[in-house]
C-alpha cells in the first residue's frame, strides 16, 4: 500500500467529507499528577462498545481561516484526514485525525503527523498538541506510542451533558 499525504486545497476539498465512522471503545486512560509528573494507568472495560462522531460538516475557508488539513490518499481515494488550527503559544492543534476503518492500523495516522513537522516548523511552531478523551484507550495509546506526552487533565468540561463524568487528556509534542 503506497499512501500519499496531500494539503487539503480546493482542488481535493472533497476530502472534507470523509465520514467518520465507529471505532471501538474498550477501555478508559486514568491520569494523576504529582511532585513527580503525570502518570496513567489504564482499565479495560468489561462491555466494549463503539462509537461514532457526529460528522463535522467542514468548510474549506472555516478550516484555512484558522489553519490547514491534510489527507492520506490510497491512490486518488482519502483514506486519512487531520485538521489542524495554528495557536497562540506557537503550538500546532490537531483537531481533528481520522483514518478510514479499513485502512487502521497501517500507520496513516503516524504518517499525517509527519507531514505536519515540517509544516509547523516552517511557521515558527514550536510543537503539537491534541485532546483524547479519558475513554478512547486507543486513542491514548496512539498519542504516546507516537511521542507526546501527557500535558494536562480536564475533567467538567462535560459536567452538564449526557458524557458527564468524562474526561480530556491534554497531550503536547515538541518539535
Not at 32 to 60: I, S, V
Not at 82 to 87: I, K
Not at 124 to 149: E, V
Request: glycine content about 8%.
Amino acid at each position: 500500500m503506497s499512501i500519499t499525504i496531500r494539503p487539503v486545497t480546493t482542488a481535493n476539498q472533497e476530502a472534507l467529507l470523509l465520514p467518520n465512522e465507529p471505532f471501538a471503545r474498550f477501555g478508559h486512560f486514568h491520569v494523576t499528577r504529582d511532585a513527580q509528573g503525570w502518570h496513567h494507568n489504564e482499565t479495560l472495560d468489561d462491555q466494549p462498545t463503539t462509537q461514532t462522531f457526529p460528522e463535522e460538516g467542514y468548510k474549506l475557508a472555516d478550516i484555512d481561516a484558522a489553519g490547514f488539513a491534510l489527507a492520506a490518499y490510497d491512490g486518488d481515494t482519502c483514506v486519512g484526514l487531520a485538521t489542524f488550527e495554528w495557536q497562540y503559544n506557537r503550538f500546532v492543534y490537531l483537531d481533528d485525525l481520522k483514518v478510514n476503518s479499513d485502512y487502521r492500523r497501517n500507520g496513516i495516522g503516524s504518517q499525517l503527523l509527519d507531514a505536519v513537522r515540517p509544516i509547523a516548523r516552517a511557521h515558527g511552531c514550536k510543537g503539537l498538541c491534541t485532546i483524547a478523551q479519558g475513554s478512547n484507550l486507543a486513542a491514548n495509546r496512539f498519542y504516546l506510542k507516537y511521542g507526546f506526552q501527557i500535558g494536562g487533565l480536564e475533567t467538567f468540561r462535560y459536567e452538564f451533558t449526557s458524557a458527564k463524568g468524562e474526561s480530556d487528556i491534554h497531550y503536547w509534542l515538541a518539535l
